[in-house]
């Protein structure tokens, strides 16, 4: 039950409680839970909206099994929905929906390692983002996500663009039944102000030429990128101060704004 979709069960009480803890629920919102399992954080949660006036939990289960097990195992609870879909289906269609989530809304899961790319994706361009995203996730993603320079990569240039991840802490493979071959972390993501995210589609492909060829220079990478117009850029990128022969991973959100600001108004 569960594992035919990548699913691994936490079953550390202490970790699923700092999960519960690092939610810090405000009365009036909506809780967002993605892959429920087997409810072990899903109960948890209940009992922390209990206290909170207006607050009121979905949870999303793909597997028809889990989903029943769940509403057999939790009852009925008017400040609970049992969705069964796909999140990447549904995210959209619920976060924007305001009969759902009426107000302000928080997003938690224990996402299956494949579907982490996706899903961030997903998160950074809806329209009306969450106030807090908690997820459990591959320790290696996870470290990728909150990179910086020197060891910038383009995963986390593209979350960074949006939001500021921070790493909670580390889950070791054996605190999960079944067991994964790899150790996990907890990631807490909080989005930026929208204003501070304006022209993401000029950044995104800025983003996606500059680490195309990572272990080549940035002004290697535009070249490629840029041939017909590869003379006059090179001087306006040194007019914004950027050294040409920088590597990617040493490139600053900051740097990358700049770069796709010049790329695309020039």
Sequence with gaps: MGQKLGQHF?????????????LAIQPGETIIEIGPGKGALTLPILNEIKEKKGARLIIIEKDPILADFLKT???????????????????ARIAGDKKLVPGPYRIVGNIPYYLTGYLLRQIGDLTKKPEIIILTIQKE????????????NMLAASVQFWAEPRIIDFIPRKEFQPAPQVDSAIIRISPKPARLCENSAAYYETVKKIFRQPRKTLWNNIRTAEKNRENSLLAAI???????????????????KEIAEMLYNY
């Design 238 to 256: 040194r007019k914004i101060g950027i050294d040409p022969g920088s590597r990617p991973q040493n490139l600053s959100v900051k740097n990358l």
């Design 141 to 152: 993603v996870a470290e990728r996500i909150a990179a910086v320079p020197p060891k910038m």
């Design 10 to 22: 936490l079953k550390n009480p202490k970790k699923i409680r700092e999960i519960a803890d690092s």
């Design 73 to 91: 195992k939790i009852g009925k609870n008017p400040q609970l929905s049992i969705i069964e879909g796909d999140i990447r289906e549904e995210l």
